[in-house]
């Protein structure tokens, strides 16, 4: 507690404002982010002007509303181009895509959601927008599963903070069937997602090792369910899981290294 008093209030305040813009929230009035942080709008917007200022924010001239601005996109282009895992499964990733005509996807677990390093598309119509950056819930999508099925203190985690949000009928919203369904996701190797995110769209995940063994990210691919009527599911699983040992190997796992 005694470190606390070394933290720059008005540069926390700033980073909580960088916070509001989370994937959901896309565009925020003054107002309305001063609402979020419980504050009066003239006393957030010294802090709102200056992040605009230095690029960390634009301002829709029509809209009066702020939104990520640039500067934001140069750094996570940095951080992204420096994680050596993302440039390991960046030629997986492309060829799932390629040769099962998938968006396949990169991603680990970053303060209890899901957030995604990177994305190969084959089929720019299937549901998913530009996804690079996001946070998604994960509970109800097959990374998600994966991640958490080998983080059990980020699942508690999640259950601790309430009840889980349904996004589609499907989403497993019960405690004790998501811990059976991450259990079985443990013994098989892989999760499934079957419109439990996006409803008409599946999803087939598998981990990713580090030299020590441990889960540190997770690769997927989504497609139509449509799909599944021609072809079997058994060839996306076959394939994902193979994706997920290479990119595991090429980052120093060995196979039998638990």
């Known amino acids: 507690?005694?470190?606390?008093?070394?933290?720059?209030?008005?540069?926390?305040?700033?980073?909580?404002?960088?916070?509001?813009?989370?994937?959901?929230?896309?565009?925020?009035?003054?107002?309305?982010?001063?609402?979020?942080?419980?504050?009066?709008?003239?006393?957030?917007?010294?802090?709102?002007?200056?992040?605009?200022?230095?690029?960390?924010?634009?301002?829709?001239?029509?809209?009066?509303?702020?939104?990520?601005?640039?500067?934001?996109?140069?750094?996570?282009?940095?951080?992204?181009?420096s994680l050596d895992i993302r440039e390991k499964a960046k030629p997986v990733l492309k060829r799932l895509a390629r040769e099962l005509e998938v968006n396949a996807h990169l991603a680990v677990l970053y303060e209890g959601e899901v957030l995604y390093l990177d994305r190969e598309e084959a089929a720019p119509s299937v549901v998913?927008?530009?996804?690079?950056?996001?946070?998604?819930?994960?509970?109800?999508?097959?990374?998600?599963?994966?991640?958490?099925?080998?983080?059990?203190?980020?699942?508690?985690?999640?259950?601790?903070?309430?009840?889980?949000?349904?996004?589609?009928p499907n989403t497993i919203t019960n405690p004790d069937l998501l811990r059976r369904e991450l259990e079985r996701v443990r013994q098989q190797g892989y999760a499934t997602d079957w419109e439990e995110f996006h409803e008409g769209n599946i999803c087939v995940a598998t981990p990713v090792r580090n030299y020590r063994g441990k889960v540190v990210a997770a690769i997927s691919v989504s497609l139509p369910k449509a799909r599944l009527t021609h072809d079997p599911l058994d060839r996306f699983v076959q394939a994902v899981v193979a994706g997920g040992k290479e990119v595991s190997s090429a980052i120093g796992h060995h196979m039998g290294d638990k």
């Open 128 to 168: 998913i927008p530009s996804v690079i950056g996001r946070r998604v819930p994960p509970h109800c999508t097959a990374l998600g599963k994966v991640l958490l099925a080998h983080n059990p203190e980020a699942l508690e985690g999640l259950l601790a903070k309430g009840p889980l949000p349904a996004l589609t």
């Open 1 to 81: 507690m005694e470190r606390e008093r070394y933290v720059n209030t008005s540069l926390a305040k700033a980073l909580q404002v960088l916070d509001l813009f989370n994937g959901i929230e896309g565009k925020l009035s003054l107002s309305e982010i001063a609402q979020r942080l419980r504050t009066r709008p003239g006393s957030i917007y010294p802090i709102i002007y200056t992040l605009h200022k230095f690029g960390y924010l634009e301002r829709d001239p029509e809209t009066k509303k702020y939104s990520l601005g640039l500067h934001i996109l140069a750094l996570a282009n940095q951080i992204l181009s």
